[in-house]
């Protein structure tokens, strides 16, 4: 995800949380920072996997569910196995189309916007029962039902948080449930607490304070950084979800850019998303979700990520007991940057033996 102007007070950086923070220059390192900041606007150098995965272009398409258009890319046909992928907070169904195609020839493969995120809708309100709804809805628009059985929801971070909790509410609509590095934020009473020191933080996007608008792209990319800070593994990985996540908007106050247009660059998300999000009974063990989980489902996570380290120190975790767990090496949270084949890999050995 981008962070631009949002801020947190410093004690709550303590534990994982995936929402925009605001760093001063030189407190985080460069690479965590500003990891695109020394290409000024150029495409870093990538592989040929990596630009040959690009090349397998999805259908873009928009579903509609509760009143929003939903973006949604799709791979492979109908009528095979289906899978649908879902991104993390404040990013977008791009975040897997380096991925997704390696998928394409056994299975009918989809990634989702949530609303709020990349080219999807904006709410007033959001919640995790809505995107489950949406979920089912994208499902069943693009074909995932018509191979014979129910698909497969693959969530990261936020978007394996509403993987989990589809799974827990609806076990009839999956197959099973992949969670990728997936963490599940502080007890209640800490994010009452966390949530009331926000509101009194400076710079925080809301609809009085709307994301900021940058000149150029290369500015925009400058800016650009994942939440939790970590360095960016792959820097063409990174820059190619950073553009698909900046969309055109004018300038402030009838400004022009080096273009002349009075056009220029901000973030696709809904700033105030996390202001408007319902979280009640969600997944912290509300009434929502029940205690016994039937849907199959496995965790994989990066060996360096924060969210390993929140649940070591105690963070509670609604995860049933004895639920698999695959570890990737020398990968953070954002595992599809830093081990993006690595992850492939884990999850085509989990389709060809798992669940049973």
Known sequence: MADEVAEQPKAARETYDDRPIHAEPGELPPEVQAPLAAYHGAEPPAPQWFKDAIAD????????????????????????????????NSAHADWWSFIAPFFAADYRVASMSLAGMGASDWRERYAFSDFAEDAEAVARAVGLYEGGRKPIYIGHSFGGGQVFFAAAQHPERMHAAIMVDTGFGPPPEELA????????????????????????IEAALARFRLMPPQPAGNPFIADFIARRSLKRAPLPNNEKGPDGSGEGWTWRFDPNMWGKLDREGS?????????????PMVHIYGAQSRIVEHRKAGAPSPFPAGMIEIEIPASHHHIMIDQPLALVAAIRALLAAWPP
């Open 193 to 216: 607490k966390r949530q009331a020191q926000m509101e009194a933080v400076r710079n925080i996007p809301t609809v009085d304070r709307p994301s900021r608008v940058y000149p150029t």
């Open 57 to 88: 272009q999805p259908e873009r398409t928009f579903v509609e569910s509760l009143g929003s258009k939903l973006e949604v890319l799709t791979w492979g046909e109908i009528g095979k196995p289906g899978l649908l992928f879902v991104h993390g």
């Open 283 to 295: 997944m912290m063990g509300g009434s929502a979700v029940p205690t016994e989980v039937k849907t």
